[in-house]
């Protein structure tokens, strides 16, 4: 064997080192054989030229970039369609913490939960609303329930002005605002789901349970308990409202998807109780189980409501201005928002004379942003004043009962359901 030089000896020993140090593989000892072979380079006069990054760094360089993706861009003056209101028409009462978070909703005197046993729980108005132009404490009763009596997150309850309706263990069920038995009205609504109801007299609509092949439907319960159905043959239903337009009732509900969503309408004739044909008002982009739909009524008009996609890029809440007699491509105008919401509550009432929509948005563009409750005039104006009524980390739910005073807003937010009293002026 030939004898090597004590030069040889000492580079095979720097080899065998870093080998020992990193074991990931050859190109690391490559490297160290490189270095120790390469002479010293010679002193240069002219500018270093910058170093050049290793072969790791440029591997690395695109998945770091693409690790920490850029903040989306807020809107643009001329992408938004509302502007802060400028003369409120409202005077704000004191908000009010009245219990823990669960299925809430405002009525003419206060705000009434649903317990797990299915009891009303209620927080009354203490005193009748002031007549004050400036804000007053509008003080409501605590609900003296933990949050053990609750579901924190199941949706709120619909209110007449005699009866409280919602869905448990599949069934629709109803207590009256007076007290009383549990009635049950239907034992085949779908578990999770929103009922709506218009009175007096009441018309209810609720989703129903799938049944073998058949998807969930929307169905009416009329006064004298007839039951109708709203989706026809070959349609479904996953989200139902109902608003009265003068003498009749305008039922809406979506069938959601995932490709596009069909937003249905159909007339109730208060006279005969009779529904006039189905009709396709619009059809909006993907849906989400989350996503509902809601309405209110005017004499002549039935605004419906839906917290959709815009396009790719955009979100908000898309407001349609539907005819008592359903056609398609009805007025629609967007509110949209600075980003999207998987859960984005909305409610309607007329207000101090007007409809309005009062609905959930983030306050900025930034991912996990605070999100704003706001109250905003349905019209067909192209661009709608906001005006905001309470900021918060998330809202589950919001509700708002009107009044000849002006209305009972209650919601729930960061874990606890609050109330307050919106006046007009």
């Keep these: 064997m030939r004898k090597l030089s004590s030069k040889q000896r000492l ?18 000892t490559a490297r160290a054989v490189a270095s120790a072979k390469a002479p010293e380079p010679k002193p240069s006069t002219s500018a270093l030229p910058s170093a050049a990054p290793a072969p790791e760094e440029l591997a690395n360089a695109p998945r770091e970039r693409a690790a920490k993706p850029r903040p989306p861009k807020p809107l643009n003056l001329n992408e938004k369609d509302d502007t802060p209101v400028e003369n409120s028409r409202y005077v ?12 809430a909703a405002a009525f003419s005197k206060g705000v009434v939960m649903i317990s797990r046993d299915n009891e009303l729980v209620v927080s009354r108005l203490l005193l009748p609303p002031s007549k004050s132009k400036k804000p007053t404490p509008g003080e409501f009763a605590e609900i003296g329930r933990g949050q053990s009596a609750f579901f924190s997150v199941a949706r709120g309850p619909a209110v007449s002005p005699t009866h409280v309706y ?17 009635e049950v009205l239907s034992s085949d609504a779908r578990e999770g789901t929103r009922v709506a109801v218009v009175g007096p007299p009441d018309v209810v609509a609720y989703i129903t349970e799938p049944v073998g092949k058949q998807d969930s439907l929307a169905r009416l319960r009329l006064p004298d308990g007839r039951k109708l159905e709203l989706t026809p043959e070959g349609a479904a239903a ?12 305008v039922a809406s509900y979506i069938d959601g998807r995932s490709g596009m969503t069909p937003v249905h309408a159909r007339r109730l004739r208060g006279s005969s109780g009779a529904l006039d044909p189905d ?3 619009w059809v909006s982009g993907a849906t989400q189980g989350m996503t509902e739909i809601s309405s209110v009524g005017t004499p002549d008009v039935s605004w419906l409501m839906l917290p959709v996609e815009r396009d790719a890029s955009r979100f908000g809440l898309a407001t349609l201005a539907v005819d008592k007699n359903p056609k398609m491509d009805p007025p629609l105008r967007w509110r949209t928002y600075e980003n999207g919401l998987d859960r984005s509550p909305v409610a309607g009432a007329v207000l101090c004379g007007e409809p309005v929509a009062l609905y959930v948005r983030p306050e900025s563009a930034t991912p996990n942003a605070h999100q704003e409750l706001v109250i905003s005039s349905l019209s067909l104006d192209e661009t709608a004043s906001s005006e905001p009524l309470a900021t918060a980390r998330g809202f589950a739910d919001v509700s708002l009962y009107p009044t000849p005073e002006g209305g009972v807003l209650a919601y729930v937010a960061d874990r606890r359901t609050w109330a307050r ?3 007009c002026k």
Excluded at 11 to 28: F, I, K, Y
Excluded at 166 to 174: E, Q
Aim: hydrophobic share 45%; proline share 5%.
């Design 166 to 182: 919602w869905i448990t263990k599949g069934k629709l069920v109803r207590r009256a605002l007076s007290g009383g038995e549990l």
């Design 11 to 28: 580079s095979l020993v720097v080899v065998l080192t870093l080998w020992a140090c990193d074991p990931s593989g050859s190109r690391s």
């Design 279 to 281: 009709v396709v008002v």
């Design 238 to 249: 996953s989200s139902v409202s109902l608003s009265r337009v003068g003498e009749d009732v």
């Design 92 to 103: 704000l009462d004191e908000l009010n913490d009245i219990g823990p978070a669960g299925p």
């Design 421 to 423: 009293l919106v006046r």
